[in-house]
């Protein structure tokens, strides 16, 4: 199958997909919360553990694989790999403003709270960010004849994790999963067209084109900011009343917008992350060794944790459009430190100035380049 008919038949499933999704939205919802019941059948504290643990791993795992092949092997198949997982967080989020469908949790009182989200389901943004991430990398690396059979159930047995992990929880139907995927690989095939793949990739390498690609993600955020402040729904009674009884919290109409809205802030992430791309096309790769990954995680991870707390002192002290406007600023801060600092150090550190060091960096220029 060629590109262009995997877009031509992802775009018909994902059509379809939504189709069903708004015009038999319960019947899915009934044979789904089936599915969950039968489950949390397994009631464990040591298997709700896993999968709460695996809910974390899984929310960034893929994006910081993608970012060590960034940093440390391939700038462009990494630096996409990470755009595109920052995206399928943003596209999930704006959908899910429109479509305002429940999750699982507080859709039906038969299923578990072993979560208590308190915002919308459809799409999965888990599947959404992580599958753009793996079909992305996935279809690169079985680029390589060899090993194929293995390389398939890596991807196929990562994907299954994050869709029981997501339905195990209660957090998701999981029609709600399996669309996410669909988008996300609909997402990808678009990107891996060729024209698209030019455009992108000039994007990341030319002035101009980088200036057009933050106007597409600065009219993102003002149609997410549109739909915040002028999307009309309300929160369905019975949810409110399940939820309360389980989680012994509020849902609101508001609370669960708000978070979508600032879920759809990672579009300055994106931006962030494009420009320090842009920035450090001239800086060698180290390539993927103990010493690189090390320093990688290290310093992404320091970073990581300054955004936390920061990123909650604002939340905590700032009203909450002054907060969307400060942890964007921070977000675009991060994500530039990210994709331009760390191969900075990375550079100085582990190739100096021998005549190794100029060969990988002359190696690795050309590579970046074609």
């Not at 793996?134 to 293995?150: A, D, I, Q, T, V």
């Amino acid at each position: 199958m060629t590109i262009n008919e995997a877009i031509l038949a992802l775009g018909v499933v994902a059509v379809v997909g939504s189709f069903l999704e708004i015009y038999y939205e319960k019947e899915l919802e009934d044979s789904s919360a089936d599915f969950i019941g039968f489950l949390q059948k397994a009631d464990f504290k040591v298997i709700e553990w896993i999968f709460l643990a695996l809910e974390i791993i899984t929310a960034g795992v893929f994006i910081v694989v993608a970012l060590g092949l960034y940093l440390c092997r391939n700038k462009s198949i990494g630096g996409i790999a990470v755009i595109l997982g920052l995206a399928g967080v943003c596209f999930a989020s704006i959908m899910k403003m429109c479509f305002t469908h429940p999750r699982p949790v507080y859709a039906y009182k038969s299923l578990r709270p072993i979560e208590c989200a308190n915002d919308f389901g459809f799409p999965s943004g888990h599947s959404f960010s992580s599958g753009a991430v793996m079909f992305f990398l996935g279809y690169h690396w079985l680029k390589s004849p060899s090993e194929k059979l293995n390389k398939m159930l890596i991807i196929v047995i990562s994907l299954l994790i994050v869709g029981i992990d997501r339905t195990y929880l209660g957090v998701h139907f999981y029609f709600q999963v399996v669309q996410g995927f669909v988008y996300s690989g609909l997402l990808v095939a678009i990107v891996l067209n060729h024209r698209v793949n030019k455009v992108i990739k000039r994007s990341l390498k030319n002035i101009q084109a980088l200036i057009y690609f933050h106007g597409f993600w600065i009219v993102f955020f003002i149609i997410a900011t549109l739909l915040y402040n002028f999307r009309d729904a309300e929160m369905n009674i019975e949810w409110q009343m399940i939820y309360k009884n389980k989680c012994n919290k509020d849902l609101t109409y508001e609370n669960a917008i708000y978070k979508q809205y600032n879920e759809c802030t990672v579009a300055f992430s994106i931006l962030g992350f494009a420009t320090g791309y842009f920035y450090s096309l001239n800086i060698p790769l180290p390539g993927i060794s103990a010493h690189s990954i090390r320093i990688s995680i290290g310093l992404s991870s320091v970073i990581g944790v300054v955004f936390i707390i920061l990123d909650g002192l604002a939340k905590y002290l700032l009203s909450s459009t002054f907060y969307i406007v400060i942890t964007s600023i921070f977000k675009y801060a991060v994500a530039l430190f990210i994709s331009y600092f760390v191969p900075r150090v990375l550079e100085r550190t582990i190739l100096g100035n021998n005549d190794l060091a100029a060969k990988v960096k002359l190696e690795s220029i050309e590579l970046n380049n074609k």
